[in-house]
């Protein structure tokens, strides 16, 4: 049996985070459509085929060395001797009409139940019955296994680009390549010279440190800083109880978007939420005079890195949900971006983690504000939104063609909405993950983020 591999303080921190309303995994939901010739018994072998899987490899096949002490310091991976595949993969079905409203209802009960953290921490769940004849895959992971580019990485592998192969498999089947840097970060907290060595890089990233701080202490520009949030219902206590709705936009058209203004495709993506948001708070009387702020992460590996674990910086964006005027909007989103990115200029990644962390830092006294009801008049962020870059071409398991990938991501208590995308394909898929509670009617906020694109492209003078 292999020895434990420790967990990073980034991962084994949302082990910590943990609790009965705010699990700590994300998920993919990915739409599939199987070849015109499959016979009617294509899902039951579908079904099989998963289930018979010749190996799970690492790190699929680990589970926590101590899951009876979640708050342990030093917690590490081990193998599961006596994994169980059966209980890892799933079969189920959306009642008809097996629509997308329904889907999303499954996906949302299915997202809202916790992880067994005595067992390797993801799941699988095979969807049927959906009305176009496709069928569905929903991925669970924990976070603290992989993060949301690692798991991309891990489907993009597994699938294959050939319609007509007989290779394609699913991630649990195929070795997770991880860096050299990734392996060394883990281990490197349960060794004494790689304290030393970490203490070295940080000494390092001070300097660099020391100047985004000030600035962002003494901004008086576009730059957003802690506490500029206004406090709305997005940043109230959650219940367990999930909402999942889905969008999707061409990406030739906001890329479009993006060249007419000027700005960049994450601008428009984050001005269309914006724009969104801002109608479904009005709608609900609910919209702050002061613009909504986004918890952005930002992905700090190099471009080839293959993943593992979790490498994420953090910058904070206004959405501008306080500027009536599409146009406007976007430009003052483009301003608050580009400020926040421009912190990162000369950075190592080690800085550019110490400053995510310094910034990120005062986020308990929101999540406590939430928790015992007594909020506070600003917070640090209103919502999440990131996004996930993943494969250009079209992508084939067992013959069916992948047709949409949405993500699924975590809220939690002063934070109940995520906004995820991911780019397939030549499209741009959006997942809304909200409490359901906290944040009715999420699908109205899913439709205006799409009016919001088309009053862009009106304002612009460009035909959708």
Known sequence: MARPRPLSPADAGFLYAETREAPQHVGTLIRLQPPEDAPPEYLRGIHER?????????PWNLRLATPWFQYNP?????????????????????PAP?????????????????????????????????????????????????????????????FTTDPDSAQSRLFYDVPLKTSAASDDLAASWADPAGLLRSAGQAAR?????TRALTRLT???GPLV????????????????????????????????????SGTKL??????????????????????????????????????????????????????????????ERLRAVHASTTEAKNQFVGMTPEAITAYSQTLMAPVGLQTLGAITGLGTPRVLFNVVVSNVPGPPEPLYFAGARVVAMYPASIVSH???????????????????????????????????????????????????
């Open 205 to 209: 990233a001070l300097g660099p440190l």
């Open 98 to 158: 097996g629509d997308e409203r329904e889907l999303g209802t499954l996906v949302a009960r299915l997202h809202a139940s916790p992880l067994d953290l005595s067992k390797p921490l993801w799941e699988l769940h095979v969807i049927e019955g959906l009305e176009d004849g496709g069928f569905a895959l929903f991925v669970k992971v924990h976070h603290s296994l992989v993060d949301g580019y690692t798991l991309t990485k891990a489907h993009e592998r597994a």
């Open 74 to 94: 030093l917690h590490a991976w081990v193998e599961d001797e006596k994994f169980d595949l059966d209980y890892h993969v799933r079969r189920t079905a959306v």
């Open 266 to 327: 994450n601008d428009i993506a984050l001005a269309a939420c914006g724009g969104g948001i801002r109608r479904y708070l009005l709608e609900l009387g609910e919209l702050p005079d002061a613009p909504l702020v986004a918890f952005v992460p930002v992905n700090i590996r190099p471009e080839d890195d293959p993943g593992g674990g979790n490498a994420v910086g953090a910058l904070l964006a206004s959405m501008a949900t306080d500027v009536a005027d599409p146009v």
């Open 50 to 58: 998963l289930r018979a899987a010749p190996s799970v490899v690492s």
């Open 414 to 464: 002063g934070l109940a909405l995520n906004i995820t995308l991911f780019s397939y394909a030549g499209q741009m898929h959006i997942g809304f993950t909200g409490c359901r509670d906290t944040v009715p009617h999420l699908q109205k906020l899913a439709v205006y983020t799409g009016e919001a694109v088309a009053e862009l492209e009106q304002a612009l003078a460009l035909e959708s």
């Open 225 to 260: 800083g802690t506490f500029q949030a206004p406090n709305t219902p997005f940043n109230e206590r959650i219940t367990r109880n999930r909402r999942f709705a889905t969008q999707q936009y061409p990406l030739a058209r906001l890329k479009r978007l993006a060249g007419a």
């Open 218 to 220: 003494w901004n008086r």
